[in-house]
């Protein structure tokens, strides 16, 4: 008898969870939409890499991204 409690207990759980999600009731999503007008730029620099150093790097990449002409 307390064996088919904790079934019951389990699956109605999981139906109480999985069935709104299926059902379109809230929306689930993980990810932000994606903005076409936006790049983001990882900079890998080594870990004592310098504040200024750094910006350098990224005004580089900046000007690199800015001259940059899309094909289409």
């Given at each position: 008898m307390r064996s088919w409690l904790k079934r019951g207990f389990w699956i109605s759980l999981i139906i109480i969870l999985v069935v709104p999600i299926m059902l379109?009731?809230?929306?689930?999503?993980?990810?932000p939409k994606a903005d076409k007008d936006q790049v983001y730029l990882w900079?890998?620099?080594?870990?004592?890499?310098?504040?200024?150093?750094?910006?350098?790097?990224?005004?580089a990449a900046e000007s690199f991204l800015v001259g940059y002409k899309k094909v289409e």
């Open positions: 379109d009731v809230f929306k689930a999503r993980m990810l900079i890998d620099a080594p870990r004592n890499t310098s504040i200024e150093k750094t910006t350098e790097i990224a005004h």
